[in-house]
T-cell receptor, first 115, second 114 residues
Framework: SAVISQKPSRDICQRGTSLTIQCQVD?????MFWYRQQPGQSLTLIAT?????????ESGFVIDKFPISRPNLTFSTLTVSNMSPEDSSIYLC????????????FGPGTRLLVL | TQLLEQSPQFLSIQEGENLTVYCNSS?????LQWYRQEPGEGPVLLVT?????EVKKLKRLTFQFGDARKDSSLHITAAQPGDTGLYLC??????????????FGQGTILTVHP
């Protein structure tokens, strides 16, 4: 399985500011995914980020609020823009497994608290 | 939209007890995955089941995929405090624009008391 790291692991931010979360993988992958998770709850997909194309956003998530970069096959960033307390959550990146995106491997997550 | 209903939502048991978590859908899935997530960590893949009727064992954990590939179960024998965590089932969405996306169940929070 891939080894995935995320930075920062946690942060406390003021409302109105922006935070960029980094996701680094130890191998080249085509598909990367960004999720949001409330503690103790399930995961909600924000967007799919494929290298060489624009990110595809799920219903309820827009590029202006969550801009994503995917500059190469091992790295992606998610920015949470103009934050409000409602953005407090855990943000996770995942990558497709060797057998394809039906199996995904997750990073450790970024715990964000917006005051 | 393919949905996965997971039950129960919460389980609090004593060490040594057995338990089963269910994951049901009205849709057919090509495969289902089970993840465990511990506090402060990301979900960790436990198993992928692919064939209808398939049973996979991982030490004290037994995973079953329904014959019709619409449901799955996770059974833990003689639970230990180290089994505590959030258990999630997930299945891939159908193709087209949904390719690569996973549908997740609501999760089961398991607490095993020593």
């Amino acid at each position: 399985s891939a080894v995935i790291s995320q930075k920062p692991s946690r942060d406390i931010c003021q409302r109105g500011t922006s935070l960029t979360i980094q996701c680094q993988v130890d191998s080249q992958v085509t598909m990367m995914f960004w999720y949001r998770q409330q503690p103790g709850q399930s995961l909600t997909l924000i967007a799919t980020a494929n290298q060489g194309s624009e990110a595809t956003y799920e219903s309820g998530f827009v590029i202006d609020k969550f801009p994503i970069s995917r500059p190469n096959l091992t790295f992606s960033t998610l920015t949470v823009s103009n934050m409000s307390p409602e953005d407090s959550s855990i943000y996770l990146c995942s990558v497709e497994g060797r057998q394809g995106p039906e199996t995904q491997y997750f990073g450790p997550g970024t715990r964000l608290l917006v005051l | 939209t393919q949905l996965l209903e997971q039950s129960p939502q919460f389980l609090s048991i004593q060490e040594g007890e057995n338990l089963t978590v269910y994951c049901n859908s009205s849709s057919v899935f090509s495969s289902l995955q089970w993840y465990r997530q511990e506090p402060g960590e990301g979900p960790v893949l436990l198993v992928t089941v692919v064939t209808g009727g398939e049973v996979k064992k991982l030490k004290r954990l037994t995973f079953q995929f329904g014959d019709a590939r619409k449901d799955s179960s996770l059974h833990i024998t003689a639970a230990q405090p180290g089994d505590t965590g959030l258990y999630l089932c997930a299945g891939p969405n159908a193709g087209g624009t949904s390719y690569g996306k996973l549908t997740f169940g609501q999760g089961t929070i398991l607490t095993v008391h020593p």
